[in-house]
């Protein structure tokens, strides 16, 4: 194996080095939306018991100790639950808009690997078709084939390496956006509705309070 990463002459060292960040991003990305997926998947059930008991600061502990994007906007919704209804939605979705940050996170470098590692095949295939019609043009063939064979070599397999590494970063790329557009749509959803929830829940005590008073 070595040998033949080493027949692809110099650009093997940058893919390489590409396909090693990518299998970084894809693994941490992964244990990353598993990680929260799993732990969303706990989080409405028990804010809801805090919010049928109208435990505002234990629903808001609550979001803070799972400390993922949704339970952050859902928390920042809670603690913004007396601004007005025009406010808070704002409010709430520009805290949404914070938290695109971290659900993109890594995968801008990574829709770079998939299209730089192709680019730096070609250009290895450039290079080494150059130097096999170097050595065609100066007759080197007739006295060793292999220096031929070599060039020949570097071309093919800087193409192929480079093709390696491009097509699983750009499959896990598209992977990784869908999810976090399927988060965004989760988070302004449930988002929307914990919003009305409130207001709902506030007019209801300020209509209780005025008719004890």
């Known amino acids: 194996m070595f040998e033949v990463l080493k027949s692809g002459g110099i650009f093997m060292i940058p893919i390489c080095l590409c396909a090693v960040i990518g299998i970084f991003i894809i693994i941490e990305r992964f244990i990353f939306y598993f990680s929260i997926k799993k732990t969303d998947k706990k989080l409405l059930p028990e804010l809801n018991e805090f919010l049928d008991k109208k435990n505002y ?120 956006v869908s999810h976090v557009n399927k988060n965004l749509c989760q988070i302004e959803s449930v988002s929307s509705e914990l919003v009305i929830r409130l207001k709902n829940d506030l007019s209801k005590n300020n209509m209780g309070d005025k008719y004890e008073n």
Do not use: W
């Open 57 to 176: 600061d234990g629903a808001i502990a609550y979001c803070k100790a799972s400390n993922t994007p949704l339970s952050r906007v859902l928390s920042r919704a809670i603690q913004c639950r007396n601004y007005t209804y025009e406010t808070l939605k704002e409010t709430v979705m520009n805290e949404a808009t914070l938290e695109i940050k971290v659900l993109e996170h890594f995968l801008t470098p990574l829709g770079t690997i998939a299209n730089i590692s192709t680019l730096l095949g070609l250009l290895g295939t450039v290079t080494g078709n150059i130097s096999a019609f170097g050595i065609l043009g100066g007759g080197g063939t007739m006295g060793n084939p292999s220096v031929l064979a070599g060039a020949i070599s570097e071309a093919l397999i800087t193409t192929a390496a480079g093709l390696i590494v491009s097509i699983p970063a750009l499959i896990f790329h598209n992977y990784f």
